[in-house]
C-alpha cells in the first residue's frame, strides 16, 4: 500500500484496548533472589495469575477496545489473533476467542504467531485484507475489524529472556471512518539466525547472547522496515514511536537508524512497567501513547505529553524481520473545523497498564507454575470435554435463559423453570456480568478438591462466592440469577454478602491436557481505577 | 397401611480401621442388631435395603447384594440406596415402606462407608462428588465450602456468631465422650472449638465433621412379628424431600426446604409436633446444619437457634437434647452408614439402653437425614414402649 491508494477508503483505528495483569515482579526484588540485575531499562514485569493466559488477557483486551470504540462484538466483521505463545501450539485460539468475546462464528478469523513481529504483520494483513474487500472494514456487511495481540513469553529460569518477561495484550477496533488512519505499511526481512527463538515444543524462549550482532539484526530489520513505508519519517514527525521491546534499552538503539528523538520511542514504549510482552509490546505501546494526557484519566502519574496524532508502530521478529505501520490522524471535516483541537486524543482507549498487586520472587515462580505440581493422583470432578463444550455459551458469555412461560430468569438455561417449574423451554438472555454476593467462603490452602490443587499450589486460598447476576437489562432489571463463581483479587479475602462483582474471562481448569475457560468475578470496588 | 416397627439395631464403632473391609464392617452392625432383636432370625428376613455412597469406588457396582451375601442373607433381595450422606435414611425409609406395604414381614435397612483408607487428596475428590458438579463444584468448592456459603449467608441475616457453632461443637463432643463408638470420643473446650484451623471461612476444623469408617443396620418389622420381640420402637412418622442439588439453585440458602418438608410429613404422619420430641439425632455434618435443622425441624423460629444453642436446651440434660451419640460431629461421618445409625441411637434411647448418655423419660426421638447440601433429606419420628 502506498499513499496514492488513497482514493480508496483506508482503515484506521476506532478504538483501542489494553490489558496488562494486576501483578508484577519488581526488578528489586528480581535482583535480591538472584544477586544480579535484572532485564536492562526494567523496573518491574507483570506476571499473569494462575487462572490467566494468553487467551484471557486477550478476551480482556479485546473487550475493552470494543467498548471504547463503541462496537458491539456481534457487529465484527473479521478478527485478527496473534501471540506468540497460545495456550496450545496446535489448536484454534482465534475460535475460542471469537467465543468469548461473543463474536459472530462465520467470522473470518485468522491467528497470527512464529515470531514477536505477529501483532504488526495481523494489523497489516487485518488491513489488506478489509480495504480489498467489497465489504470493507465500515459500515458494509463486513463490520468493523477486530485485531488482539496477547503475549506472554518465558525463558529458562536463570536466562536473561525470564528476566524480562511480562504478559499482556492489546486490541484494535478498525473501521474505515476511523480517526487514525493507517497511512502506510512497510516490511523487511533478512536472516538473523539465534537472535531469539523458541524450539519445537519447548516452553522457553532463547538466543544465542552475542549482543552486538543482536543489536545490528534489531536495528537492521527495525530501520529497513521503516525505510520501506516509502514515507519520509521527518514528514509523519511520529509522536510517538511503538517497537518491540525485549528490554527497556534495545528501542533506543533504533533511534539513530530511524532518525527520530529517544523521547518519542519513550513515548511509544511501557517495557519498563510490563517487561517484554512480545507480539503485543508496541501495540500496548499504541495504547499509552494514545492515551497520554496531561491530566491523565486514566490513573497513571501524568507525564505531561499530550496524546499522540501520529504513530510509528513497528514489530520485531528475532531470526530476523520487521513490519512497520505509519499511522496518523485523519484529516476529517470535525477535525478542520476550527473549534477542533489536537490536545484531546483522537482515538478512544480503556487501557490497564499498570499492576497493583506487587509479588515477591518465589511468589511469581509459583504464579507462573515453575516451582509447583500438577493434578494429584486420584483425579479430580470428571466432566466431559462434550458436557463442557454444551455449556460454552453460559461459561464464555453467561447466556441465560428466559423462561418462554414466565419470563423468570434460569443459569445455566436447562431443565424446569426454577420459579413456574414449566419444561417449555428458554429464550437467550445474555448477562452483563455485574452482581451481588449472596454467600461466600475462602477454600484455604490444601483444602481444594484436586482439580483445584495445581491453581491453588500457585495462588493459595480463593473465595467462592454464590452471586446474584443482574439481569440483561444490569442493575435497572428487577431480576436476577444467581450462579457460583470464584472470586478473583479479593483484597479483603472472603468477600462481603452485599458486595458488588462483575465478572472477568478466566481459566477455570485444566484436565486431559484440555483448559476449560470460563468466568470468574472482581469485586467492583478491587477493580483498577 | 399397617404400622412398621424397629425391633433390632446395631452399629460398628466409627473411626479409622485398616484391619476392617466395608463387608466386616457391615457384618458387625448387623450381628449387633440382629442380637438386639429378640424373637427375629436371620432367615426371617424379606428384603435389604443398603444405604452407601461408595467413597473409594471400592464396590459401586452391586454393594448391595456384596454386604447382604457375605452376611449370609443368601438369594434375599437387596437394593442399594445412593442420595449422598442421606442413603442410609432413605434406605431405612425403604425398608418401613416395604413393611407397610405389606410386602415384608421384615426388612433390613443399613448402611456402610469406608473413607479413611485412601490419600487426603482421593479423599478429597470424594468428599466433593454430590455437590452439583457441573457449575458449584467447579468454582473450586468443596463440601465444607458449600455449607461455609450457607454459614456466611445465615451470620449475615441473623444475630448470629461464629461462636455459635464452636457452642454445637463442645456439646457434640460432651456427648461423644459418654459414647464408646464415637469416632472423636473426647470432649473439647469452648476455647479448642474457636481457635481451630479455617478449613472454609467461616467454618474451622472444630465446625465439621470427620471422615470415618462404619457401618450400622436397622431391622424393621411388621406388627405381628414386633410384638413377640423384646424391644420394638413405633415408625410414628417417616417423611422424604428433594431439594435441587446446587445451593445456587435454591430458594433459600439460610434454610434446607428439603429437611423442613421431610419434617413437615413425618410430623403429618405422626400426629405429633416439635413440641412431642424428646431427643432428636439431626444431620450436624457441619455445625451450621445443626442450626439449620432446629429451624427446619420447627424446634424454634428462623434466626432463633443460636438463642436455643446459647440456653443449653439442646444439651443432655436440657429441654430437648440434640445427638445425643455425639452426632455426625463426635461419633462420626462414614457417610452411607450415618442415617441407619441415627436411628440405631434413637433404638437405644427409646429402649432406656444408652448408658451414661440416656436422654431421661425419653418415649419420642426424631432422626433427621441429609444428603450434600440438602439435595436429599430424611426424617424418621419414633416412638419408644408402644406394644
Known sequence: MSAD?????????????????????PASAYREAWGKGGAPGVERVAVADADEDTLTMATEAGRRALDAAGVDASDIGHLAFATTTPPNDEEESAVRLVSLLGVAPSVPTRQFGGSTRAGAVALAATVEATRDSDAGAGTGSGGPALVVVA???????ESDEAAGAGAGAAALVLTDDAPLAVDAVGEFGDPAPGTRFRGFGSAETESIGVTQYERDAYTRAVGGAVEALGIDVAELDPDAVALTAPDGKLPYRAAAALGVEPARIAAGTVVSRTGDTGAAGPFLGLASALADSEDDAAGDESNGRSPATSVLLVGYGGGAGATALALSTRASDAASDASATSATSAVPVEADLDGDVELTYAEALRRRGTITGGEPAGGGAYVSVPTWKRTIPQRHRLVAGECTECGALSFPPEGACPDCGSLAGYDDATLPGTGTVEAATA?????????????????????????????????????????????????????AIGDRVEAVPRRIYEQEGVVRYGFKVVPTEARRE | MRDAYIVGAGQSKYGAFPDESYRSLFATAFEEALGSAGGVEAADIDEAVVGSLGVGGRQLGLSGPAVTEHVGLHGVPCSRIENACAASGYAVRQAVQAVKSGMADVALAGGYEVMTDMSGDVAKYWLGVSGETEWER?????????????????????????????????????????????????????????????????LNLYHCCPTSDGAAAVLVASEDVASACDDAVRVAGVGAASERVGLFQRDSYTAVESSERA?????????????DVDFAEVHDCFAIAELLAYEDLGFCERGHAPELVDSGATELGGDLPVNPSGGLKSKGHPIGATGAGQVVEAFKQLGGRAGDRQVSGANVGLTHNVGGSG?????HVLEGGAL
Open chain 2, 375 to 379: 439435595g436429599a433429606a430424611v426424617v
Open chain 1, 151 to 157: 503475549d506472554s513469553p518465558r525463558g529458562a529460569p
Open chain 2, 138 to 202: 467447579l468454582t473450586g468448592t468443596t463440601f465444607a465450602g458449600v455449607y461455609a456459603q450457607m454459614a456466611s449467608a445465615y451470620l449475615d441475616a441473623y444475630d448470629a456468631s461464629p461462636d455459635h457453632f464452636s457452642k454445637v461443637a463442645v456439646k457434640n463432643h460432651a456427648n461423644g465422650a459418654k459414647n464408646p463408638k464415637a469416632h472423636l470420643g473426647f470432649e473439647c473446650s469452648l476455647d479448642d472449638a474457636r481457635s481451630a484451623p479455617v478449613v472454609a471461612d467461616p
Open chain 2, 263 to 275: 419434617a413437615a410429613a413425618a410430623y403429618e404422619m405422626a400426629g405429633l409436633g416439635p413440641d
Open chain 1, 443 to 495: 477454600i484455604g490452602q490444601g483444602g481444594a478438591p484436586p482439580e483445584f490443587v495445581e491453581q491453588q499450589q500457585r495462588a493459595g486460598s480463593f473465595p467462592v462466592a454464590v452471586v446474584a447476576f443482574d439481569g440483561p437489562d444490569g442493575e435497572a432489571d428487577d431480576r436476577a440469577v444467581s450462579a457460583p463463581a470464584q472470586v478473583v483479587h479479593s483484597p479483603a479475602g472472603t468477600p
Open chain 1, 5 to 25: 491508494d488513497s482514493a480508496r477508503a483506508t482503515p484506521g483505528i476506532a478504538g483501542v484496548g489494553a490489558y496488562v495483569p494486576r501483578l508484577s515482579l
